[in-house]
């Protein structure tokens, strides 16, 4: 499955941004999917995944409460909602499927990895 994440961009402190990862090739509906972020000379870090169905996910202390994942199986798509962003949220973000369908949450779980978007966040 091939995956393309967008939905990146600058913004200010305090304001907005939804990501989507969209996937092509196979279905995205029996995988779990994940959101991850990169900073330069960090490793990249979980930031919340979302089971197969939608019903069950998971968000990483730092975001929860202000990002929310969802999916739409429909089209093929899981979106990253992120409200109250801090500049500290800036860095690439990455969308990943496994075919594992239950909330995963380490990086190593995950078969398939999209390009990523970069989010900059401004003070």
């Known amino acids: 499955v091939q995956l393309q994440a967008s939905g990146g961009g600058l913004v200010q402190a305090g304001g907005s941004l939804r990501l989507s990862c969209v996937a092509s090739g196979r279905t995205l509906s029996t995988k779990a999917v994940g959101w991850f972020r990169q900073v330069p000379g960090k490793e990249r870090e979980f930031i919340a995944s979302?089971?197969?169905?939608?019903?069950?996910?998971g968000y990483a202390r730092t975001v929860k409460d202000r990002f929310t994942i969802s999916r739409d199986n429909a089209k093929n798509t899981v979106y990253l909602q992120m409200d109250s962003l801090d500049p500290e949220d800036t860095g690439v973000y990455y969308c990943?499927?496994?075919?594992?369908?239950?909330?995963?949450?380490?990086?190593?779980?995950?078969?398939?990895w999209g390009q990523g978007t970069q989010v900059t966040v401004s003070s």
């Open positions: 990943a499927a496994t075919d594992v369908r239950e909330v995963v949450t380490n990086q190593l779980g995950y078969d398939y």
């Open positions: 979302i089971d197969w169905s939608g019903t069950k996910r």
